[in-house]
């Protein structure tokens, strides 16, 4: 028997005991039903767990070659109430993004420009370049695997990896804002062998293409999906993986962690661990960190979308008493997917280092608008 096989074969026994305890804590008390999960369904025939953000909205141009042009207009505002036991805080940040992306050579190229007209570059030594999120050039290789040469949204983790307008949640996990929300300038390889999916890259580490030359990184996630060749069964959508992010900027860094996540019908569960000897998101920190979130998520309609996650981040690994956790349970409602959402969640913080009684409660409500 083939190493593979073994493996499978393993995973699958595992996978079966621990859906069995699961479908006796959820499904009597959700009444799960079929509902589909192809993540090319159009934004107006329901959701799944990974909604597509990248419907059809594009201008054909003739020529030799067709040429797409996808406007961008993103809105995403989120009122925020920070209830404290002495004094509360509301707030509403927001964030506006606009540009483009135009495709070419019957698609195999093509070019994204994108700006962040809400950032705030005030400390930036070039704010024009501050301001851009994505401007990139991609090939498609083949169907399958494709190369990307400029600054774009780097694999630092599971949900750190991710843009911000496919979140489950108001905010990312804890190490996914502290190690993972970064751009960076390089080149990167991504494809998809099908029971395996990769994007490795490497960048300067140097953020919002200032300084280019503060150093270098390399950033690159694996998935490893076992099942996927299986008929529509519990464990199709199941999939397991790591990641690393290693690089130099001043001083040396290098965050990895590890992740799964499986979906069935209208259940999600998923889990991410990751520890950081220093880290470079937004900029540089030199502790030892560490975290690990879990969420649970089902599908109450088409549109109507329930959520619970735990995260527990250790802010110095070599102090004691440093833990931030962090309860919260939202609903998303989609009016026409991504495009057009609403969410509502509630975040429970309990922080070791504050004083006594210094727990908080935030309500967040977020209206998203993309066009």
Partial sequence: MKIYDIIKTLMKKICLTFSLLLAGLFLPSFGIEEITLDESEDFKRGITFETPIDGPKKVLFGGVSKTEFSPVLNFQGTYSADIKEKGNNFTYPFLIEGGGEVKFNEGKNSFRAVANFSKNVDDFDNKFLGKLSDVYFEHKINDNHKVLIGNSRIPIGYEGGRGQYGLMFSKRAQIASRFGNARALGARFRGDFGYLDYDLGGYSSTRSLQDITDGVEFAGMINFKPFYK???????????????????RDHGYTVFGAHTEWT??????????????????????????QGFYT?????????????????????????????????????????????????????????????????????????????
């Fill in 230 to 248: 299986d008929e529509p069964s519990l464990f199709k959508n199941l999939k397991a993986g790591a990641f690393v992010n290693t690089g130099s």
């Fill in 264 to 289: 069935y019908k209208k259940f999600l569960l998923n889990a991410e661990y990751a520890y950081a000897d220093g880290s470079n998101a937004s900029k540089y920190n030199p502790l030892k960190q």
């Fill in 295 to 371: 969420t649970a998520a089902y599908n109450i309609t088409d549109k109507l979308q329930a959520a619970f996650r735990y995260d527990n981040f250790d802010t110095n690994v070599k102090k004691s008493n440093d833990n931030v956790q962090k309860y919260t349970v939202g609903l998303n409602y989609y009016v026409i997917g991504q495009r057009l959402r609403f969410s509502l969640d509630y975040t429970y913080t309990q922080n070791a280092k504050a004083a006594k009684n210094a727990d908080t409660n935030a309500i967040h409500f977020m209206t998203q608008v993309m066009i």
